[in-house]
C-alpha cells in the first residue's frame, strides 16, 4: 500500500456530556511528543452533540488543528454515528497515526473505523514510541496473559492505529499562550445511521474500596 499523502497524527477526543475525557488529554499530550518526533502536527477529532470550551485546553496541550464534527445525533454515544463521522474525518485529512483511548466507547469504535479504512489496530497499548530509522509507530501492549509486552509494526498500511490504556501516558503543562486551529466538519448523517435507539441511560455509583 502506498503511504503517499499520509501525515501528521490524529488524537479521537472523547467527550461524554461534554466534558473531554481525561485519556483524550493524555493522548493528546502523548500525541505532541510523536508529532515532535516526526516532525508533523498534531490534529484532535471532536465527535459531540455541541460544542464547549474545552477545545482551547487541547490546543494548549498541543493540538495544532481541532477537528470538530457537531451534530445533535451524536448524544448519546450510538456507534454508527460516531464511526461514520471518524472514518470522514480520517478519510478527509490522512493522517498517518490514530490515537483512541481504550475506554469502553474507544473500545467499541476504534476496531469498527479501522475495518472501514482497511487498516491495523493493536488494542490496548501502555507504551508508544518511533522507530528512528523506519519512522514507523511502536505500539506495545501486554501479551499472554500480561507475562511478557509485545512491540507491534504497521508497516505496510496507514493510518497505523492504536487504542492507549487509560493512565499510563503523562500529561503535559499546558501553555495558554500557544495558538492553533479549531475547524468545523460537517457529516450528513441520515436515517440508515440511526440503528440503533437509546432508551435509557442508568448510571451507578461504585464505592472504592
Do not use: W
Not at 45 to 69: F, P, R, T, Y
Not at 172 to 184: A, K, N, S, V
Amino acid at each position: 500500500m502506498s503511504h503517499t499523502g499520509y501525515q501528521d497524527v490524529l488524537v479521537y477526543i472523547e467527550q461524554r456530556a461534554g466534558q473531554t475525557q481525561k485519556v483524550s488529554l493524555e493522548l493528546v499530550s502523548k500525541g505532541r511528543e510523536i508529532a515532535d518526533q516526526l516532525g508533523c502536527k498534531l490534529k484532535g477529532a471532536v465527535i459531540c452533540k455541541s460544542v464547549n470550551s474545552s477545545l482551547e485546553e487541547l490546543i494548549h496541550l498541543g493540538c495544532d488543528e481541532v477537528i470538530v464534527a457537531a451534530d445533535e445525533i451524536l448524544e448519546p454515544y450510538t456507534t454508527e454515528p460516531y464511526a461514520k463521522a471518524l472514518t470522514q474525518i480520517i478519510e478527509k485529512y490522512k493522517p498517518e497515526i490514530v490515537l483512541v483511548g481504550a475506554t469502553t466507547i474507544g473500545r467499541d469504535l476504534a476496531p469498527r473505523v479501522s475495518a472501514r479504512i482497511n487498516t491495523g489496530l493493536t488494542a490496548d497499548c501502555t507504551s508508544l514510541d518511533v522507530d528512528a530509522e523506519t519512522k514507523n509507530l511502536l505500539m506495545t501492549r501486554p501479551a499472554f496473559g500480561g507475562n511478557i509486552m509485545a512491540t507491534i509494526i504497521c508497516p505496510d498500511h496507514r493510518p497505523q492505529m492504536s487504542t492507549v490504556r487509560p493512565g499510563v501516558m503523562q500529561l503535559r503543562t499546558p501553555y495558554t499562550d500557544r495558538g492553533g486551529l479549531i475547524t468545523t466538519f460537517e457529516i450528513a448523517f441520515d436515517k440508515s445511521d440511526l440503528n440503533v435507539e437509546v432508551l435509557e441511560v442508568v448510571k451507578e455509583n461504585k464505592k472504592k474500596v
